[in-house]
């Protein structure tokens, strides 16, 4: 089985509970969302990158002394024909069988069973994400969440743009199981160290005010909108 990769690099963790750790990034093709302030819009194509066998993505993660992986995109879970990307399952277990913690990012837009996942990175995507002409893209479905949320250890990440956007956050946690709160992150929407030193505080104060963590985005203060870091 094989997998299209646009590239892999060795860095921190920027965003999420996980801040900090050093982690390989794979990044895989293609993305139907196509977000508005979406900072790899080049892996949104599903014929970027290369075909890989599933065993060459393992062996070139085994070139770092790394423990955490993060499967990132593009969309990991969801594949060219709107289904469950192949051969996904069996990546992650490969992984797994290599020693490795493993992250997925996804927009949560799908349930995929029997994933060998550590820690399944849910970012649902608010109004705020959404092209004119195609409002309704990448929008959160309750059910799914929930199923994901249920069956894996799990964060929930929300891009924060303006301080309207709490109130469709706190609508869609309603719409959901309990979740912990320590679990839901808020983080500012920027792309590069202006953006994110501007729009910080007002997620800060969001954040004393419904309960929920801040995310910080530690890759843009050290490297801006960098690729590949």
């Given at each position: 089985m094989t997998m299209r990769?646009?590239?892999?690099?060795?860095?921190?963790?920027?965003?999420?509970?996980?801040?900090?750790?050093?982690?390989?990034?794979?990044r895989v093709a293609g993305c139907p969302l196509r977000c508005r302030w979406c900072d790899t819009a080049y892996a949104w194509?599903?014929?970027?990158?290369?075909?890989?066998?599933?065993?060459?993505?393992?062996?070139?993660?085994?070139?770092?002394?790394?423990?955490?992986?993060v499967l990132t995109g593009?969309?990991?879970?969801?594949?060219?024909?709107?289904?469950?990307?192949?051969?996904?399952?069996?990546?992650?277990?490969?992984?797994?069988?290599?020693?490795?913690?493993?992250?997925?990012?996804?927009a949560g837009t799908l349930f995929v069973p029997d994933l060998a996942c550590d820690l399944m990175s849910i970012?649902?995507?608010?109004s705020n994400s959404a092209l004119p002409e195609n409002p309704q893209a990448g929008r959160p479905d309750p059910a799914t969440?929930?199923?994901?949320?249920?069956?894996?250890?799990?964060?929930?990440?929300f891009v924060i743009e303006s301080p309207g956007d709490i109130e469709e956050v706190c609508s869609l946690l309603d719409e959901l199981p309990p979740v912990d709160p320590a679990c839901v992150?808020?983080?500012?929407?920027?792309?590069?160290?202006?953006?994110?030193?501007e729009r910080s505080p007002m997620v800060v104060e969001l954040c004393r005010k419904t309960g929920y963590r801040f995310?910080?985005?530690?890759?843009i203060w050290l490297w801006s909108d960098e690729r590949g870091r």
């Open positions: 990769v646009v590239e892999f690099f060795h860095s921190l963790q920027g965003e999420g509970m996980l801040v900090g750790v050093p982690s390989v990034f794979v194509d599903y014929s970027a990158g290369k075909e890989l066998a599933l065993a060459q993505i393992v062996e070139e993660v085994g070139r770092w002394s790394c423990g955490h992986v593009g969309e990991p879970l969801v594949g060219e024909d709107l289904a469950v990307r192949p051969a996904l399952a069996g990546l992650t277990r490969r992984l797994k069988a290599a020693g490795k913690h493993v992250t997925i990012e996804t970012s649902p995507k608010l969440l929930s199923r994901l949320i249920a069956a894996y250890p799990h964060q929930l990440k992150l808020l983080m500012p929407q920027a792309r590069t160290r202006d953006q994110l030193l995310c910080d985005r530690l890759h």
